[in-house]
């Protein structure tokens, strides 16, 4: 019996070990990356950028990930900043093991919504949850100093 639940406890561990990666823990993870990566792009903004052109100028895809601005206002000279709210999608695709004891890849995707501050020298974001439907407009950049 012992040697039965041994096993059937190394069995599991054998396939959870070297199965395969969950693709949507790895889409996630990519998501958030990229939020982090656009904050780092908007962290030192100018003067009296408007949110049109930062959205326009600063908030493009990301290394595997779609990024779609999809609300913008203000100016990062306003008392409140700039706010600008983004969508980011990213999909992974399947990958299989190509040696014994590497894990493959499962597809997955995930997106996420955020919201970003922009002020004079310095931004942040937070999570927000993503609207029903999303307007399909595209920020267009201003004739205003460029971040």
Not at 115 to 122: K, T, W
């Amino acid at each position: 019996m012992a040697i039965l639940i041994l096993t059937g406890v190394a069995t599991v561990t054998f396939m959870h070990a070297f199965g395969p990666r969950d693709g949507e823990s790895i889409a996630h993870a990519q998501v958030d990356a990229a939020a982090r990566t656009i904050q780092h792009r908007v962290s030192r903004p100018g003067p009296g950028v408007d949110a049109a052109t930062l959205a326009a100028t600063q908030f493009g895809d990301v290394a595997g990930a779609t990024v779609e601005p999809y609300a913008w206002r203000g100016s990062t000279s306003d008392p409140d900043g700039a706010r600008l709210d983004v969508r980011i999608k990213v999909s992974v695709q399947p990958e299989p093991s190509t040696r014994l004891f590497q894990p493959g890849v499962a597809a997955g995707s995930a997106q996420g919504c955020f919201r970003f501050h922009v002020r004079e020298g310095r931004s942040s974001y937070r999570p927000i949850d993503c609207p029903a439907t999303m307007s399909h407009s595209t920020p267009t950049p201003s004739e205003s100093p460029s971040p």
